[in-house]
């Protein structure tokens, strides 16, 4: 019995679902055999059913895969759950540390505020006293009363432009502190 008819056009078509060869090219596959190696009946039998066609695709895939499932290497189940608790560690520790990271990021904000307002809480006459001893570490810079008071005019604007880089960036720190990788 053959698994082959004729269309309208005249060429080979499947009249049904099933083939009886379909044994004999499952058996030439698990032998290894490939279709270079088939006899030429057999051959020529798969490329005019299309049944026989495509199990023939569909079990050189199968067994294929199955080939390349011999090669695979898996790790023993003992390192598979040592990495396990290895990256549980490393989240845990991950973790701990952002609040310690935020921590910081407020405690160095907190510093140069500290440090600017001390600046500013100093008196003018303060800063002109320690002119000599600028003038004497850097022997470039000469300091008279008109540049410390240029200084001095100039401070408000720092301190707002400092006010306002912190404002922006104080936020965007803390939050990739405390963001998740």
């Known amino acids: 019995m053959t698994c082959d008819a004729t269309d309208e056009h005249g060429s080979a078509r499947n009249s049904r679902e099933e083939c009886d060869r379909e044994q004999d090219v499952l058996d030439a596959l698990a032998a290894g055999r490939w279709r270079e190696r088939w006899n030429d009946d ?32 898996i790790p023993p189940a003992g390192v598979v759950w040592w990495r396990a608790q290895l990256r549980a560690r490393e989240d845990a520790a991950r973790a701990a540390g952002r609040p310690v990271a935020f921590i910081q990021g407020v405690a160095a904000s907190v510093a140069v505020w ?17 002119a000599p001893w600028v003038t004497g570490a850097v022997p ?23 006010v306002a880089v912190w404002l922006v960036l104080a936020p965007v720190a803390i939050y990739l502190a405390a963001a998740d990788e």
């Open 42 to 73: 057999l051959r020529a039998h798969v490329s005019a059913c299309d049944v026989c066609a495509d199990l023939a695709n569909v079990a050189a895939a199968l067994l294929d895969d199955d080939a390349a499932g011999i090669d695979a290497r």
């Open 114 to 130: 500290l440090i600017v307002s001390l600046v500013r809480a100093l008196p003018a006459d303060y800063l002109s006293s320690w």
């Open 140 to 162: 470039g810079v000469t300091l008279t009363a008109s540049s410390v008071a240029r200084v001095a005019a100039a401070v408000p604007v720092v301190v707002f432009v400092l």
